[in-house]
């Protein structure tokens, strides 16, 4: 798939950079903060995005865009001005929880916003920046705090232009969707999908979908100057269907959402002033579509807005071949990196050898981070095969257990297997979202990306109980092996960091 660089291109891609850097920021700060206290900085830093996660499915639907993405800027600025200039720990602290809130509420909220666009093409993007946010945020902090030696409280204070520039790539370099498109592309790939049960749901697409995917949402030059022939079949002509009608950057009161519409304004501008997606539909489609009944009642039955939150909860349930591998491999490489990368050193009884291997095995994991998520152009993932990294990145962990306690691989060959843990862990994130966008129907696709955004944070957060866990044991079972007890447990915990990514 040819990828055009332009406003969209550059916006998904810096807006997903930002919105990681500051977690990051935060994290390589965490000694400044608090040394004494480092695990409860990572507590404050990882809990507050799972709950933004946790909930978003059941309040999304009441916030606009703009006010969630002017929050996540505010909670930008709030995050550092209340770490920089806060003279107690408890402040600080509360800095951190700003931080990863904010996190969490950019992540779910652009991965929603992902479905008014090129969902593939924008996906990859957003993964993409996020990818880098883990190289960007400690480059930020080494050459500001650690070589030019600037106090970590203006290191912070100058961090305040992300927020800035948030608003301003939100605002001024991401264009507005083509809501006429994004219909017409609702039209068509609705015939695909039963709404009945998402398992069943997972068949891919064919070819003219695909290619009314590309042509539709602005991967064609002729996105612009009209509809390709698939379009005309199927013309829902938002931007002339009645004095009704709305522009798709002004105010909808009914669903509070302002700037940027949904797929709910979609159906409501379609259903209100256009015949039923199937009265368009020749006789051999409608055929095809008697086995699951009427696209439009389906649809209208699947609406996110209609949901009540038992249907809610029913629906994010109903993602779980997508979220279930996202907390499986962000389990795994959490618990690798806060666990057995930290108990591996030549030898391991030197604290500064140690923490040169784990700082070796994050970089190789960034990099490995960053190739993959910026591969969803390249390659797409079937299910089976999203299944199947995690549990290869379940295997890498085990292997890791096993060298951390017994040496029986003991040298810097491995730092493949690091890298290899970032390559796996970037693209379990990529194509778990494109598959959602790729399947799940589309008057659903806003809701589930948001409501699958928790699966990360969920692994994560078992990783941290997990990964202090794995890291006592091994310093435990090292030090029989080796005799060396004291020496070990006196450095348990030195170089323990939080994977960004």
């Known amino acids: 798939m040819r990828m055009k660089i332009g406003a969209e291109t550059v916006a998904f891609w810096l807006l997903g950079l930002l919105n990681n850097s500051v977690y990051v920021i935060m994290i390589a700060g965490a000694n400044d903060i608090s040394s004494g206290a480092v695990g409860l900085v990572y507590f404050c830093a990882v809990f507050p995005a799972l709950l933004v996660k946790l909930s978003a499915p059941y309040w999304f639907h009441l916030i606009s865009y703009d006010v969630r993405m002017t929050i996540v800027a505010v909670m930008m600025t709030g995050s550092y001005l209340t770490v920089a200039y806060g003279r107690h720990l408890s402040w600080q602290l509360l800095g951190v929880t700003f931080a990863a809130f904010q996190g969490g509420l950019g992540e779910a909220s652009t991965l929603a916003l992902c479905s008014l666009y090129d969902s593939r093409r924008a996906l990859t993007l957003w993964s993409s920046g ?89 991967l064609e030059a002729e996105s612009k100057g009209g509809l390709g022939r698939q379009q005309k079949d199927f013309d829902i002509n938002l931007g002339t269907a009645g004095s009704h009608s709305r522009p798709a950057w002004q105010p909808n009161g009914a669903n509070g959402m302002t700037r940027r519409a949904s797929w709910l304004d979609l159906e409501h501008a379609a259903s209100s002033e256009q015949p039923s997606n199937a009265a368009l539909l020749g006789d051999e489609e409608r055929g095809r579509m008697s086995a699951d009944g009427d696209v439009a009642t389906a649809s209208k039955q699947q609406r996110a807005e209609d949901m009540a939150w038992g249907e809610r909860l029913f629906q994010t349930v109903k993602l779980w071949p997508y979220i279930l591998p996202l907390v499986a491999v962000y389990f795994a490489e959490y618990a690798m990196q806060t666990g057995t990368w930290t108990a591996i050193g030549f030898p391991v009884t030197d604290p500064e050898a140690r923490h040169r291997f784990y700082a070796a095995s994050n970089w190789c ?133 939080l994977p960004v990514n």
């Open 130 to 218: 996020t990818g880098f946010a883990g190289v960007a945020g400690y480059t930020w902090v080494a050459v500001l705090h650690l070589w030019l030696g600037l106090t970590f409280r203006t290191t912070l204070l100058l961090a305040n232009v992300t927020s800035v520039a948030w608003l301003f790539i939100y605002h001024k370099v991401l264009p507005p969707p083509n809501l006429e498109a994004v219909s017409q592309l609702h039209t068509l790939t609705s015939r695909a999908v039963s709404s009945s049960h998402l398992p069943q749901e997972i068949a891919a697409p064919d070819a003219d979908t695909d290619a009314a995917d590309a042509s539709l949402l602005g």
């Open 365 to 497: 994991y960034q990099l490995g981070v960053f190739v993959s998520r910026s591969s969803g152009l390249a390659y797409q993932a079937t299910v089976p095969v999203l299944w199947l990294m995690p549990a290869l990145q379940l295997l890498l962990l085990f292997f890791f257990t096993s060298v951390a306690v017994s040496h029986w691989i003991y040298s810097w060959v491995l730092l493949a297997p690091c890298l290899m843990t970032g390559l796996l862990g970037g693209a379990v994130y990529v194509n778990a979202f494109t598959l959602i966008a790729r399947h799940v129907d589309p008057l659903m696709r806003e809701f589930s990306l948001a409501a699958a955004s928790l699966g990360d944070s969920l692994g994560i957060a078992f990783a941290d109980v997990a990964g202090v866990l794995i890291q006592v044991s091994a310093y435990s079972l090292a030090a029989v092996m080796t005799n060396q007890q004291h020496t070990l447990v006196s450095g348990l915990g030195e170089g323990f960091a």
